[in-house]
């Protein structure tokens, strides 16, 4: 597609609940990152993918929060048991190389998924 | 640990008025820079971004950031805003070096609003 897609774009979910996020990167992108931005924040880096590999999950904030991408390109974010703290706007972003320090290599986000736990 | 610092939570001004956001970050190393913006209801843009080189750097829509390593600052400018300008705007570094992965660590953002 032309642009990173996300969905659902709107989550409503009980307290306890387990829900998953899906991301469709730019076609061809190697890099996808997962980020998540709470009301008047800044996003907060969750983790990245290189292709399949996870390279860093250092920004998940509990076990609770799980990231996956087995074939390189769509990419599922799994929350379980989800708590009132978890309600943020959750990122994906891609980008075509493996380093932001490539000069040409810009990363695109999605519009994200609103997750809103009650 | 890398961090990032906008001054300013809230700007409001007039059309026409010049424009500047404060951005500081701490690292010790090689960083890449960048401002996103975000307009309401809309995703995450890149504005500008600065990698290396002349140090101001010019963006999108009239934006330009003058990377000053000294003062380890990157404000965003911009001479004559519009209303269409109102909107949130993120300062972002990544440290080239850093280890592992291209973790672009983000400010919390100033909300601009532009009285028309």
């Known amino acids: 597609g032309a642009g990173v897609s996300q969905s659902p774009r709107y989550k409503v979910a009980k307290r306890g609940q387990d829900v998953a996020l899906r991301c469709d990167p730019i076609?061809?992108?190697?890099?996808l990152f997962w980020y998540q931005q709470a009301l008047g924040q800044g996003p907060e880096f969750l983790t990245y993918f290189q292709n399949e590999a996870q390279l860093d999950k250092s920004g998940l904030p509990s076990d609770r929060f799980f990231a996956e991408r087995p074939e390189g390109s769509v990419s599922t974010l799994k929350i379980q048991r989800t708590q009132q703290e978890d309600s943020a706007v959750y990122l994906c972003?891609?980008?075509?190389?493996?380093?932001?320090?490539?000069?040409?290599?810009?990363?695109?986000f999605g519009e994200g998924s609103w997750l809103t736990v009650v | 640990a890398q961090s990032v610092s906008q001054h300013n939570h809230h700007v409001i001004l007039s059309e026409a008025a010049s424009l500047e956001l404060g951005c500081n970050y701490s690292y010790g190393g090689t960083v890449n820079l960048f401002w996103y913006v975000q307009y309401p209801g809309q995703h995450l843009q890149l504005l500008l971004k600065y990698f290396s080189g002349d140090p101001l750097v010019k963006g999108i829509k009239g934006f330009e950031a003058e990377f000053i390593k000294s003062k380890f600052s990157f404000n965003l400018r911009k001479p004559s805003v519009q209303w269409s300008d109102t909107a949130e705007y993120f300062c972002?570094?990544?440290?080239?070096?850093?280890?592992?992965?291209?973790?672009?660590?983000f400010g919390s953002g100033t909300r601009l609003s532009i009285r028309p």
């Open positions: 076609s061809g992108h190697v890099s």
């Open positions: 972003a891609s980008s075509l190389a493996g380093r932001t320090g490539s000069s040409g290599n810009t990363i695109y």
């Open positions: 972002a570094v990544n440290g080239f070096y850093y280890s592992s992965a291209s973790k672009i660590i």
